[in-house]
């Protein structure tokens, strides 16, 4: 029996993944790429070789695996494949304290920028991967989609960016949690394009 045939038809249905399950990245930087995601993400490798590693940081087996590539070609900001990926984290006291841990370990944001339904923190990796830290601002799918289909969307995509230093301030005078995370407005006479700091060079000294 063909592979096909021994299956029931009703697995012929559009059945959808069950989850994104990891990101695998060639690099050039094998080691620094290493040690900049089990610090970031505090993750663990699971396995490693002098050719790759597998790493975790929760129940997944790997989440991010590295390809050692030290003869690979530098990333072009101008090629097409992945803008970004992101990790969510669960409250905003956990992003903010990320952010200050990893500022005391010099990877600092490239990018800070409040989308709306998302706090957002952009970084590059070793090999200028932008990887975004985010919190979700919206306690369900349906607001955030809600949000994104809305009018403040369609005036402003991009989102505002914002100063976590002053994020902190704020958070540790007690200001609540809605008002910290509330968009503001665009300023006076800008676009969402003014809000965009995609070419933004590398943060993290090297
Ligand atoms: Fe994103």
């Not at 989308?115 to 979700?136: A, C, F, W």
């Not at 989102?159 to 665009?186: C, N, Q, S, V």
């Amino acid at each position: 029996m063909s592979r096909r045939g021994s299956l029931r038809s009703d697995r012929y249905a559009k059945v959808k993944p069950q989850k994104l399950a990891h990101i695998v990245l060639r690099s050039r930087h094998f080691k620094e790429s290493q040690r900049w995601y089990e610090q970031v993400l505090c993750a663990q490798s699971i396995y490693e070789n002098s050719i790759l590693t597998f790493m975790t940081y929760d129940d997944e087996h790997h989440r991010i695996g590295i390809v050692n590539v030290p003869s690979a070609a530098p990333r072009d900001i101008q090629s097409a494949g992945v803008e970004h990926f992101a990790f969510t984290y669960a409250t905003l006291d956990e992003l903010l304290a990320t952010f200050v841990r990893l500022c005391e370990a010099g990877i600092l944001p490239y990018w800070t920028i409040n989308h709306g339904p998302t706090i957002s923190m952009y970084y590059r990796d070793p090999d200028d991967n932008k990887v975004e830290l985010q919190y979700d601002v919206f306690e369900t799918a349906a607001e955030a989609q809600a949000f994104i289909t809305g009018d403040a969307y369609a005036e402003n995509f991009m989102g505002i960016i914002f100063d976590p230093d002053e994020m902190i301030a704020r958070w540790e005078r007690g200001e609540p949690l809605a008002d910290l995370t509330k968009r503001p407005p665009l300023p006076e006479g800008m676009t969402p394009f003014d809000m965009a700091r995609p070419n933004n060079p590398r943060a993290t000294p090297r």
